[in-house]
């Protein structure tokens, strides 16, 4: 088992308002499941939300993604979160830019973790982390947009 950490940034053109896409992106039970592999997402107050991922397996091995992030808006055009518990470390910040109507919704994140592979194999498995943690900000922005109609 080696600790492994995958970096993101995704950036997106969305038709809507600001602040419907600053709504959204706060409700994470509704947003949180557009980002693949998301088992189940509960609202624990305050801007915590416990996130239960779908099991992946890595050479025969099992891992179940658990842990509760904090969420907290950063002024008007920022949405910032990070994890509190679990056995993930997740900690990102959404950017709204642009106006409405022809809003550039951005997404960075950065996620560790414990994998269930050999320190041999930790450069393929980043560059495996980086990849999937890079599709799924993707395909978690076009759901948004398509959600939204823009």
């Not at 950063?74 to 056995?87: C, H, L, M, S, Y």
């Not at 994998?115 to 393929?124: D, G």
Request: hydrophobic fraction near 40%; aromatic fraction near 8%.
């Amino acid at each position: 088992m080696v600790w492994i950490e995958a970096k993101a940034r995704v950036s997106l053109p969305v038709r809507a308002t600001r602040d419907a896409i600053r709504a959204l992106i706060l409700d994470v039970p509704k947003s949180g499941p557009f980002f693949p592999g998301v088992n189940r997402i509960e609202d624990l107050g305050s801007g915590r939300y416990r996130w239960t991922l779908v099991e992946r397996r890595t050479l025969g091995s099992r891992f179940t993604g658990l842990y509760v992030a904090e969420y907290r808006e950063e002024g008007p055009d920022a949405v910032a979160w990070e994890t509190v518990e679990g056995n993930i470390k997740v900690r990102g910040r959404w950017h709204i830019g642009g106006s409405d109507g022809f809003v550039q919704v951005t997404v960075e994140c950065t996620t560790e973790l414990d994998a269930p592979v050999p320190r041999i194999l930790k450069a393929p498995a980043v560059l495996f982390a980086e990849k999937e943690a890079r599709d799924g900000l993707k395909l978690q922005l076009e759901r948004m947009k398509t959600h939204l109609g823009g």
